[in-house]
């Protein structure tokens, strides 16, 4: 039985995108966590994994950049999209909230909150980072009731500590995007994304040429974002999302290849 690998460990938001992945699978894949980014893009590149979910980016804090920078150095590709519902919960062993004087959380966590801490918490209170939300739940068992967390109402209930306040994130419609990757087509519905990577020429309005280029095949562009190259400084790749199956921009990608120093096609997918 295959595994589906996600990262973990059991309890974080990825495991849910992967739940989200798994309903459409069906019985035949078994959830695995796997504590790193990269290990995850590594271990689905190598083969000895099928798939693995990742986080992509959140409406609030954007890019998750390990994601990015491992699926370009690698040979996985992007199968499907799944967005989740990012509902932040204060969570504790104790029940009264006027004890607390350190949070614990993931770094995009406590920033997602920090109107409800600056609400909830005076000047003095420890903000306290860590690996993934669901760790810091864990650490909970083992603290005093000074202590609290901000993490997900599924990994309070499993850990059976109690919830001080839900929803807490300054932006109610907070959305996680994950991505499925694998080297396997999955043929898993009809593809409404193509997501490609590029390094533009060096010279005055390069970028511009490959937005024209879209423009001129009526294509929308829904997310470009660019990262060190790592190679020359100074110099970049850009990644983008373009809203339409990989068949229907094969021209405008033969003219775009024509402006860059490098291409590369990450994926076209369906959104589950």
Do not use: W
Not at 149 to 156: D, P, T
Not at 219 to 229: G, I, W
Request: overall charge negative.
């Amino acid at each position: 039985m295959p595994d589906l690998l996600f990262l973990g460990p059991k309890g974080t938001y990825s495991e849910i995108g992967a739940y989200k992945a798994l309903g459409i699978f069906g019985d035949g894949y078994v959830l695995k966590p796997i504590s790193t980014i990269p290990k995850i893009v590594d271990l689905v590149d190598k083969g000895k994994y099928e798939a693995g979910v990742l986080p992509f980016e959140n409406s609030i804090e954007g890019i998750v950049r390990s994601t990015i920078d491992n699926i370009y150095l690698s040979d996985v590709k992007i199968v499907a999209e799944i967005d989740i519902k990012i509902e932040h919960c204060l969570i504790s062993r104790y029940c009264d909230k006027a004890e607390i004087k350190h949070i614990i959380s993931h770094p995009q966590a406590l920033a997602q909150c920090q109107r409800y801490i600056v609400e909830n918490f005076d000047e003095n209170i420890d903000l306290i980072p860590e690996n993934s939300t669901a760790r810091a739940a864990e650490m909970l068992l083992e603290k005093d009731n000074t202590y609290c967390a901000i993490a997900s109402l599924n990994i309070a209930e499993d850990l059976k500590l109690n919830v001080l306040d839900k929803n807490i994130g300054d932006i109610k419609e907070n959305k996680t995007r994950f991505v499925l990757i694998s080297k396997k087509e999955l043929n898993l519905g009809k593809k409404n994304r193509t997501s490609i990577a590029f390094n533009t020429k060096n010279e005055p309005g390069a970028l511009l040429k490959i937005l024209q280029i879209l423009y001129k095949y009526k294509l929308n562009l829904s997310f470009l974002e660019s990262r060190p190259s790592k190679k020359v400084f100074g110099e970049y790749n850009f990644f983008a999302d373009i809203d339409c199956g990989l068949n229907d921009m094969i021209l405008a990608i033969d003219e775009i290849k024509k402006e860059c120093n490098n291409f590369k096609f990450l994926g076209s997918y369906p959104f589950l």
